[in-house]
Each structure stands twice: as structure tokens, then as C-alpha cells.
């Protein structure tokens, strides 16, 4: 079960931290990444990281601005949003896929979790 939490309604320029977790273990074998789909568009992958959390991907928008992380000892994966501007309005789901190597990253994905809501207000 994933589950991801942390969004809500933020102005322009402001900041959120989105969570997720999941129950698949061990935690460090399994690649995490954060998709989004605003309405009306196709959903697109925002950033991605390998279990060991040693490397991630970024989709080149978000570059500067978002840092994916995650925490194995908390079983947690996080994306830091800065400078939110209001086309970051959409909904945002964690997804993760069993790894074969810790150290590889992934761009396609095989369990989703519920999203949660972002909206930047301009």
C-alpha cells in the first residue's frame, strides 16, 4: 500500500514537502519516483530515486526547484517543492517497482499509491 500525503494549497513562490510510504520491504529494495497529472494533461514523472537513495532523476522543469530524498530508516520518500508556481498545480503519486540492482534508477513504475492534491495559487 503506498500512500502519499503533504499537499495543499500553497501561493506562488511558497514551499511543500510531499511524504510517501509504503509497506513493501525491505524498503531500500524498491526505486521510488513522483508523477503528476494536472487536469486536462497526460501524467508525466516529476523525479525519480534508487533504493540507496545514492542517485535520482529529475524532469528538466523541475531541475533546481524540487529535490526528491527519502529516508530508509523511516521508510519514507519525500519531494521538496520550492518556488511553486501555479502550472505545479496538479495531483502528485508516489509509485515505486522492485529494483535489481539499489543503485538503479527507474522511469517506469508498477504499484501507484492515491495522489494528493497540489494547488498553487497565483
Known amino acids: 500500500q503506498l500512500q502519499a500525503s503533504g499537499g495543499g494549497l500553497v501561493q506562488a513562490g511558497g514551499s511543500l514537502r510531499l511524504s510517501c510510504t509504503h509497506s513493501r520491504r525491505p524498503f531500500s529494495s524498491y526505486a521510488m519516483g513522483w508523477f503528476r497529472q494536472a487536469p486536462g494533461k497526460e501524467r508525466e514523472l516529476v523525479a525519480s530515486?534508487?533504493?540507496?537513495?545514492?542517485?535520482?532523476y529529475y524532469k528538466d522543469s523541475m531541475k533546481g526547484r524540487f529535490t526528491i530524498s527519502r529516508d530508509n530508516a523511516r521508510n519514507t520518500m519525500y519531494l521538496q517543492m520550492n518556488g511553486l508556481k501555479s502550472e505545479d498545480t496538479a495531483v502528485y503519486y508516489c509509485a515505486v517497482i522492485r529494483s535489481s540492482s539499489q543503485n538503479k534508477l527507474y522511469q517506469n513504475f508498477d504499484y501507484w499509491g492515491q495522489g494528493t492534491q497540489v494547488t498553487v495559487s497565483s
Open positions: 530515486i534508487t533504493g540507496s537513495g545514492t542517485a535520482t
